[in-house]
């Protein structure tokens, strides 16, 4: 009996000692009033999940695992609510969709999260409108960032935040600032309609103060990416040649200039910014070239595994290779239209891939409508594709009528979906193709209206 109850003593205070697990994740919580979508997601550097909403309860929760604390944003139907999350602390958001500056928080950082509201009310009696912000002269730019960053700077240092947390912050105002900075000499001219317009002489400089290789405060600030993404591509365009690949010397232009790991692979791979692979692939002249210096220069191998995938689907629309087809694609008048109807004229067909959303496409819409009618005559046909979404349609036909848009103007049945857009591996706009008579590729990426004797010269060799 003694030794059962010895025995049972030993048991119990085995179990007693056995640790338990040490928590790995957060769960984010909360509830919203007014709210009809269903679209909920987390994001942030490197991270993107999608959150349920039980549009019945009107309340969210999901277990989050995260790489690192940081700065994330909750979009709620793409309208975004900025947070401070660390790996294992919850937190809860209470509010109405239709007051978004009146938000709840609990948990742990409740009180950075708070900041944050407070941080975005002085943002909109301080400067409102980034657009009008850009617009004012020089001396009331410069009068009016400044006074915006000491009201930021002051909330910070008096809102009784962590120091950790405050110390990052600090930072984040001082490239907020910077690329307030960074961006007036190149949207003010466009904004007030004066191409000639510099800055004086006195402006602040901003690319002396940027350093190419933070990594940790690449990974905290939004403004520190859109200033050095700014630097890169200024200096890939410094060391173009009127004949230069853009995507190719944007990669050899992160390698030789950015050493951080971290800011080197997301510069070379992340989708939104021009040059970076998974866009930068499709468009440049020489995909074999363009993927074995991506596989040099990257470190992340599921970068690696992501462009190796685009680059094998980009041969079946190798020079030469027969192109995909398109079925049926809506007309502006109304009717059908598929590849075979135009290559049956026995013409050279050039593709312009668009959406009325597309600066760059308008951009070329004059250039091209001079083109259609210099080569009218000509074995050549011009097709205009719009990849807009299905509810844009109107605005698409509105679009061709204001524009007086000619050649063939057709619409893609399912956006970036389609699935000839898709077999091009369209990645961004605009994107011009030109086929020949047989329905082979001449090129996928063809140059554009804007390209003037580039494209002219292409037209002469293939006898148009």
């Not at 979508?37 to 969210?60: A, C, H, P, S, Y």
């Not at 074999?288 to 690696?304: A, G, P, W």
């Not at 050279?348 to 001079?370: H, M, S």
């Not at 011009?382 to 848009?405: L, R, Y």
Request: aromatic share 12%; glycine share 6%.
């Amino acid at each position: 009996m003694k030794k059962l109850v010895l025995l049972a003593l030993i048991g119990g205070i085995i179990l007693s000692c056995k640790k338990e697990p040490v928590k790995d994740y957060l769960v984010i919580s909360g509830s919203i009033d007014n709210f009809k979508k269903r679209d909920v997601k987390l994001q942030g550097f490197g991270f993107e999940k999608k959150i349920k909403f039980d549009k019945k309860n009107k309340t969210f929760i999901d277990t989050i695992k995260i790489d690192r604390e940081g700065y994330y944003k909750l979009i709620v139907n793409k309208k975004p609510i900025n947070l401070y999350l660390t790996k294992t602390e919850d937190t809860k958001l209470l509010f109405d969709y239709k007051k978004l500056d009146a938000i709840n928080f609990e948990g742990t950082n409740a009180a950075i999260n708070n900041y944050f509201i407070k941080k975005g009310k002085v943002f909109t009696s301080e400067i409102g409108n980034l657009r009008k912000l850009l617009a004012l002269d020089e001396e009331a730019f410069l009068e009016k960032v400044d006074t915006y960053k000491n009201s930021l700077t002051d909330l910070a240092m008096g809102s009784q935040l962590p120091e950790s947390f405050l110390k990052k912050e600090i930072k984040n105002i001082e490239y907020e600032y910077l690329r307030d900075l960074y961006q007036y000499p190149v949207y003010h001219p466009i904004l007030i309609g004066d191409d000639e317009f510099v800055v004086s002489e006195n402006f602040p400089s901003v690319s002396d103060k940027i350093s190419y290789n933070n990594g940790e405060d690449y990974i905290n600030s939004a403004y520190y990416r859109e200033i050095l993404v700014g630097e890169i591509s200024k200096k890939t365009n410094s060391k173009l040649t009127d004949t230069g690949d853009f995507f190719l010397t944007y990669i050899e232009t992160v390698h030789n200039e950015v050493s951080d790991s971290i800011t080197k692979n997301d510069l070379l791979f992340n989708e939104k910014y021009k040059g970076s692979a998974q866009a930068g692939i499709t468009y440049t002249e020489d995909p074999e070239v363009y993927y074995n210096k991506f596989l040099k220069y990257s470190s992340n191998q599921s970068h690696k595994d992501r462009i190796g995938e685009i680059y094998n689907s980009l041969k079946i629309t190798a020079k030469g290779k027969p192109s995909p087809k398109f079925d049926n694609y809506e007309n502006y008048d109304g009717t059908k239209t598929s590849l075979d109807d135009l290559l049956g004229k026995g013409k050279y067909v050039y593709i312009d891939v668009w959406a009325t959303w597309c600066g760059f496409c308008k951009r070329e819409t004059p250039l091209l409508k001079r083109l259609e009618m210099q080569y009218h005559d000509k074995n050549i046909e011009f097709v205009s594709i719009s990849v807009d979404n299905i509810n844009a349609k109107e605005k698409w036909k509105q679009t061709i009528d204001q524009k007086e848009m000619g050649g063939v103007q057709l619409f893609a049945d399912k956006s970036f979906g389609s699935e000839f857009i898709k077999k091009y591996a369209i990645k961004g706009l605009p994107r011009f193709i030109m086929i020949d008579p047989d329905g082979n590729i001449v090129s996928r990426n063809a140059p554009r209206p804007s390209a003037g004797e580039k494209l002219l010269n292409m037209f002469e060799e293939l006898g148009i």
